[in-house]
């Protein structure tokens, strides 16, 4: 199927008004979610020069660029009390409220769901927090730490070497589910009239991704042992490496690939083997056609295996790098990027979410915003005028760092 884009003009929550206090990937992938799917998500960021995130280097420096399209950037101090009517005047008109800041840090700056949806009782307000109700709920959260106390990142390396995930699961699985409680909460409105308090959490999120390994030990009466150690469900599921010094990960997960794979790979006189007719007999005789497998890989190049492989149908993948994904012919299909420009001026591609509506991708309606991009744009339709906005800005309540050239002749006004 060719995919193309939807058309932004009917996506499915257009005219949901999302206000967005986050910062980091958890508040901010959830945001960009509801985002892609229509909400006009308006992105609060610390007076003066914006949230913290678009500064960070090294691992972080692809945080901001990946889970901040489709959103405007509006500047504003909180503990101004100009910049505190103009976040309160938006929220009593907002839908959704998101935030992922430290425990109490929006309660402290009035901003708690009790006050706020006293004044706006539809508002639902969602929390992303580093732990749901009970001892740990104050405790401040990574991503690593939850893996690390969570049993994922034990599960991840070998004994001995716990290993975080290497990309950001929790936060990003976190952001997921707050965007489906978000979702769930809009439908149960049409029913109720009223908003609620939603939250998510990372702890949760990885006991939640990890639930299969404790319940490998209610099954089996074994601890799961880490997956560089694990007894494969599968006799064939394996790294090969290829006589051209590449690797392919090739799986035989059903008695019918395992008949095709000994036919095309010469290995007949073990599919005729009493001893290996189940999967389960297999995974017991391993060591009888093993050596004779990765044999046969080591005298392939990369290239003739994955064509083999992919010949009779097995699951297999060559094992790539995440910069190798720019180039790679599925992902730049139509619809599996967006172009976005980085701060630099630099032009590159972001995945988009990985759905289709009929065989539409959800597409790019909005930049990564500039720090403070749509400020102006933002209050005027709060209903204030130029002339307002100019005093927003000289009592610095207001913060435009990304103005454009009409944001900066308004400064002019002051």
Not at 142 to 163: H, I, N, S
Request: aromatic share 8%; hydrophobic share 40%.
């Amino acid at each position: 199927m060719n995919q193309t884009f939807r058309n932004s003009e009917s996506l499915p929550l257009t005219g949901v008004k999302v206000v967005e206090f986050s910062h980091m990937i958890m508040g901010p992938s959830c945001g960009m979610i509801l985002a892609d799917l229509g909400a006009d998500v308006i992105k609060i960021e610390p007076f003066p020069h914006g949230d913290n995130t678009r500064r960070l280097n090294g691992s972080g420096a692809g945080f901001f660029p990946t889970f901040n399209r489709n959103k405007r950037s509006l500047v504003l101090d909180l503990k101004s009390k100009a910049g505190h009517e103009v976040a309160e005047k938006l929220i009593d008109g907002a839908d959704v409220l998101i935030e992922n800041f430290r425990p109490g840090a929006l309660e402290k700056l009035g901003f708690g769901y009790d006050r706020l949806s006293s004044s706006n009782p539809a508002l639902i307000y969602c929390s992303l927090k580093g732990f749901l109700s009970g001892p740990y709920e104050h405790r401040a959260a990574l991503d690593e730490v939850v893996q690390m106390m969570g049993g994922l990142a034990y599960m991840t390396g070998p004994t001995g070497r716990p290993l975080r995930a290497g990309a950001s699961v929790n936060d990003i699985m976190g952001g997921m589910f707050a965007a489906i409680a978000i979702l769930a909460s809009i439908q149960e409105r049409t029913k109720t009239g009223k908003g609620q308090l939603v939250r998510s959490a990372l702890f949760e999120n990885n006991v939640f991704l990890v639930a299969q390994h404790m319940l490998q030990l209610a099954v089996t009466g074994k601890p799961a042992a880490p997956l560089p150690e694990r007894i494969s469900a599968w006799a064939v599921y394996d790294l090969f490496d290829t006589g051209d010094g590449e690797q392919i990960f090739v799986g035989v997960v059903s008695d019918t690939q395992w008949a095709a794979f000994c036919k095309s790979f010469g290995l007949e006189k073990f599919h005729a083997n009493p001893d290996l007719q189940t999967n389960a007999s297999r995974v017991l005789h391993r060591s009888e056609f093993m050596p004779d497998i990765k044999a046969i890989f080591a005298k392939m190049t990369l290239k003739d295996a994955l064509a083999r492989c992919e010949e009779i149908g097995l699951p297999f993948a060559p094992i790539a790098k995440p910069q190798d994904l720019f180039d790679d012919p599925h992902v730049s299909q139509p619809g599996g990027t967006v172009d976005v420009v980085l701060p630099n001026g630099t032009c590159t591609k972001v995945p988009t979410l990985p759905i289709d509506f009929n065989g539409e991708r959800l597409g790019l309606r909005l930049d990564v915003p500039r720090s403070g991009e749509h400020s102006t744009q933002v209050l005027r339709e709060l209903g204030y005028s130029d002339a307002d906005i100019a005093t927003l800005l000289v009592e610095n309540a207001v913060g435009a760092d990304g103005a454009s050239a009409e944001d900066q002749q308004i400064r002019k006004l002051a």
